[in-house]
């Protein structure tokens, strides 16, 4: 018998839940970890706070995988699928991913000469060191939502029972993850990356062999005001959109 699966729902309203959990105890650990910094020492002081961050990701990244996993076994189950399969659990970023996101994160702290610096640079440095930090908070949490969400989707292109992945977005997320969740149900055949910005707390949902997928009522909602909105717009869609979802969502 068919089931339907959506994107918004019982298991996948707790798994949100769960990433959402994990992603503010990370950014509160890596918030402390602020501390490691010392202003008057930045080059001598910097290179142990990227380690003790790195740690922190690896550490998050594992836990973020791990609730992907878990979330793809119950989701199988609850399909109905019969037949082992398991979940390939991703590893969390490589050493060089995390630490040159820390480096774009950190960019801004550095003395720069005034006649080259942009406004940005020429802050103050505890005003510069908060920026960074805002800023590393934002990239980390990407790092790690991106190892559960890429534990799903690679468990999907593995699977031979899945047949599909769909995007689903958080309640008040921005205009362009929206507009990526009505697309609905994206088949394994289709070359369509998961693209995902710095604190997207998007994820992804299988579909498996003899399921449909159902928009939740909130992506609903979304696709009305794309379809009335934006959708008669070629080229200029997603301004359009970003526009209905301010007024009217
Ligand atoms: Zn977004």
Known sequence: MA??????GGEPDRYRAAQL???????????RLRRLIIPSRL???MPDWFSAVQAVVDQYAQTSAAL?????DAQRDAAGVTGLFTVPVADPPPEERTESSLRWATKDVWERESDVATP??????????????????LVVQKLVADTGRGTVLEAVRQDRRATAWARSAALGACAFCRMLSIRGAVYKGDTVDFRAHDGCHCM???????QRFELSDNAKEWERLYREYAAPYSGDQL???????????
């Open 204 to 210: 992804t949902i299988p579909v498996f062999a003899g």
């Open 21 to 31: 959990g994990l992603s503010r105890m990370l950014v509160r650990d890596v918030r």
């Open 68 to 72: 992907g996993a878990e979330f793809y």
């Open 120 to 137: 940005a640079q020429l802050e103050p440095l505890d005003v510069r060191l908060e920026q960074a930090e805002k800023k590393a908070e």
């Open 43 to 45: 080059r001598s002081s």
């Open 3 to 8: 089931t339907a699966v959506s994107d918004g």
């Open 239 to 249: 301004r359009r959109f970003r526009r209905a979802v301010a007024e009217h969502g």
